[in-house]
């Protein structure tokens, strides 16, 4: 693979990952009761110190949180190596996002670091892990 090929392959996957991520934040702003096609059935979230593993408890923790309105600042995202996340897919990123959360009329600044897999059957991105932090 040249590299311009890895640059290319690099771009298309980060733009996936973007795209996945703003729909993230539609959906726990909006509709957060269908989150759990974003997660995979062994997914692991640490809210604020909360650990919570599998999709459906992780669907119910996230829905039982206030209301919430993110406004993301900025977020980067990057391929990790397939020996990373060997035995969960052949690829793989890792997103560090910032951003302020206004949660059930509190404001807070946060950061949330989540591993994304890409499906191999639907090709999709699915969150592995889920770290989000308020950093007041």
Known sequence: MSAGDVANFDKQACD?????LQLYYEVIDRRRE????????????VWNGNP?????AIGKFLTALPETQH???????????????????????TALVAGI???GGMEHGFTQSMILVIDDDSKKP?????RFRYVD
């Open 16 to 20: 996936q990952a973007n795209e996945f």
């Open 34 to 45: 269908r989150l759990g096609f974003m997660y995979r059935d062994d997914s692991t979230i």
């Open 52 to 56: 919570t593993n599998g999709v459906d």
């Open 71 to 93: 406004t993301v600042q900025s977020m980067d995202v990057q391929r990790l190596s397939p020996v990373a996340v060997r035995g969960y897919g052949s690829e793989a990123l």
């Open 101 to 103: 959360v206004d949660v």
């Open 126 to 130: 699915k969150i592995l892990s889920d």
